[in-house]
């Protein structure tokens, strides 16, 4: 355990940070679960609005910092082009 008072505090600052990283973690992988169970649906209209909320959270992850920019933009493509592959 730390004996310094600036390393106490980071530590309780790190542990809020990783909370709230998992949380929004959390919130694009239920995101790109939906626009995939859309896609195994075969469904475009489904999958095109999921697609659209996956995008929005994984560009506000993007923004906070919890993933890096191209990262991001990795995810964002990959999704578009299997939602772009339903007939």
Do not use: C, W
């Not at 996956?54 to 493509?77: C, D, F, L, M, P």
């Amino acid at each position: 355990m730390a004996n310094i008072k600036s390393a106490k505090k980071r530590i309780l600052v790190e542990r809020r940070n990783a909370e709230r990283n998992k949380s929004i973690k959390s919130k694009v992988k239920t995101a790109i679960k939906k626009v995939d169970a859309a896609i195994a649906a075969n469904d475009k209209a489904a999958a095109t609005t999921a697609l659209t909320a996956a995008i929005s959270e994984i560009n506000k992850a993007a923004s906070k910092g919890v993933y890096h920019r191209k990262t991001a933009s990795r995810k964002i493509s990959r999704l578009t082009i299997a939602v772009n592959k339903i007939a």
